[in-house]
């Protein structure tokens, strides 16, 4: 069974930088596009990049200047890193899987874990 | 980038009826290879989100048949024909058109 779980701190200060790591179990990471996904609190949900192995990635313009995606293939995991947070970045970070074949779909997300930027 | 509009926000129904959620797109989904990147998700409270419907009209496995999606162009609907109560969460499409890829506001599904 394939599942995606993500970790990372649940608290970061603002200005600095915030790291996750999703790992994957059950399937190949180098086969697909891993992806990350945040949801304020009651909010909406934003898509925030890409990375499809050995390294090549896409990322949403709005966070562009802020973000990187990378790929530990030895370890079977893909990791966030979004610097210079602020309050604005406080929500649930998923990550998910594009499903395989033409077309941006996720058909695998993970339980997701919540970062709140505070001091 | 492409912004998706739902409505209602909100959808009180009775179980065992029927229910119906607007998505409109600022422009076309209709992408150069002539497919139409358009899904939707469901939230269950408490749990990420899920596929439902990929492609306007594809049910993903395991999804009941009593979701079907629908649509062309900028208008695309997702229909429940017979409300349950495990169907109670927020529903979001998406489109894969273009990039970035953008999400709708959500629709909340309650039982009135």
């Known amino acids: 069974q394939v599942q995606l779980q993500e970790s990372g701190p649940g608290l970061v200060k603002p200005s600095e930088t915030l790291s996750l790591t999703c790992t994957v179990s059950?399937?190949?990471?180098?086969?697909?596009?891993w992806s990350w996904i945040r949801q304020p609190p009651g909010g909406e949900l934003e898509w925030i990049g890409y990375i499809y192995y050995p390294g090549s990635t896409n990322y949403n313009p709005s966070l562009k200047s802020r973000v990187t995606i990378s790929l530990d293939t030895s370890n079977h995991q893909f990791s966030l890193k979004l610097s210079s947070v602020t309050a604005a970045d406080t929500a649930v970070y998923y990550c998910?899987?594009?499903?395989?074949?033409?077309?941006?779909?996720?058909?695998?997300w993970g339980r997701g874990t919540l970062v709140t930027v505070s001091s | 980038e492409i912004v998706m509009t739902q409505t209602p926000l909100s959808s009180p129904v009775t179980l065992g009826q029927p229910a119906s959620i607007s998505c409109r797109s600022s422009q076309s989904l209709v992408h150069s290879d002539g497919n139409t990147y358009l899904s939707w998700l469901q939230q269950r409270p408490g749990q990420p989100p899920r596929l439902l419907i990929y492609?306007?009209?594809n049910r993903f496995s395991g999804v009941p048949d009593r979701f079907s999606g629908s649509g062309a162009g900028t208008d695309f609907t997702l229909k429940i024909s017979r409300v349950e109560a495990e169907d109670v969460g927020i529903y979001y499409c998406?489109?894969?058109?273009?990039?970035?890829?953008?999400f709708g506001g959500g629709t909340k599904v309650e039982i009135k």
């Open positions: 059950g399937a190949s990471i180098a086969s697909y596009f």
């Open positions: 998910a899987r594009k499903m395989e074949g033409t077309g941006w779909y996720f058909d695998l």
């Open positions: 492609k306007i009209s």
């Open positions: 998406m489109q894969a058109t273009q990039f970035p890829l953008t």
